[in-house]
T-cell receptor, first 117, second 114 residues
Framework: AQKITQTQPGMFVQEKEAVTLDCTYD???????LFWYKQPSSGEMIFLIY??????QNATEGRYSLNFQKARKSANLVISASQLGDSAMYFC??????????????FGKGTLLTVNP | KAGVTQTPRYLIKTRGQQVTLSCSPI?????VSWYQQTPGQGLQFLFE???????NKGNFPGRFSGRQFSNSRSEMNVSTLELGDSALYLC?????????????FGPGTRLTVL
């Protein structure tokens, strides 16, 4: 079974509108971390937002927020007020366990977001 | 603070050759991880180094190896290149424990094997 599932291969959004990118995860660990990265066509992976499994509040970073629903094992990314520069590939990733010496990220297949003017 | 840097950015090799990629982490970061990204397999973890020791390894053949130097810079080596090794190789560094639990990535090295 896939550990990280992103069911939307591609999404379109109008400039200035909000968009939600879906991510579900599968783990039996109690401690884990969830991340979203943005990858423009240049290739660099840009960190956007992090949510720890024990965090009770949804994470927010500027226009990005993570809608964390632990019971449903979902960690959707919400981008408010989309901008043309938001057009990119978006990856959801998970770090299982408490990290430390066994730190590795497992990535989903990604969602290609296109922002239309 | 300067970000993670990787050299070279682009590389073309032929089958059977070997290649070495370099990564310099963010200053103060001692953990360096490598990932392979291909259209078919997506992003896959290769290995992680910390204080010159490999701590964690993904499911890749022994042709893929790495090392880390005392200044935390890391190199990744692929021997006997195959066509399927064509990929974007991403390096990431992580702050020491107590800092944000986040890996920061470099721009990647795009390797093409002909």
């Amino acid at each position: 079974a896939q550990k990280i599932t992103q069911t939307q291969p591609g999404m379109f959004v109008q400039e200035k509108e909000a968009v939600t990118l879906d991510c579900t995860y599968d783990t039996s660990d109690q401690s884990y971390g969830l991340f979203w990265y943005k990858q423009p066509s240049s290739g660099e992976m840009i960190f956007l937002i992090y949510q720890g499994s024990y965090d009770e509040q949804n994470a927010t970073e500027g226009r990005y927020s993570l809608n964390f629903q632990k019971a449903r094992k979902s960690a959707n990314l919400v981008i408010s007020a989309s901008q043309l520069g938001d057009s990119a590939m978006y990856f959801c990733a998970m770090r299982e366990g408490s990290g430390g010496s066994n730190y590795k990220l497992t990535f989903g297949k990604g969602t290609l977001l296109t922002v239309n003017p | 603070k300067a970000g993670v840097t990787q050299t070279p950015r682009y590389l073309i090799k032929t089958r059977g050759q070997q290649v070495t990629l370099s990564c310099s982490p963010i200053s103060g970061h001692r953990s360096v991880s490598w990932y392979q990204q291909t259209p078919g397999q997506g992003l896959q973890f290769l290995f992680e180094y910390f204080s010159e020791t490999q701590r964690n390894k993904g499911n890749f053949p022994g042709r893929f190896s790495g090392r880390q130097f005392s200044n935390s810079r890391s190199e990744m080596n692929v021997s006997t290149l195959e066509l399927g090794d064509s990929a974007l190789y991403l390096c990431a560094s992580r702050p020491p424990s107590g800092g944000p639990d986040t890996q920061y990535f470099g721009p990647g090295t795009r390797l093409t094997v002909l």
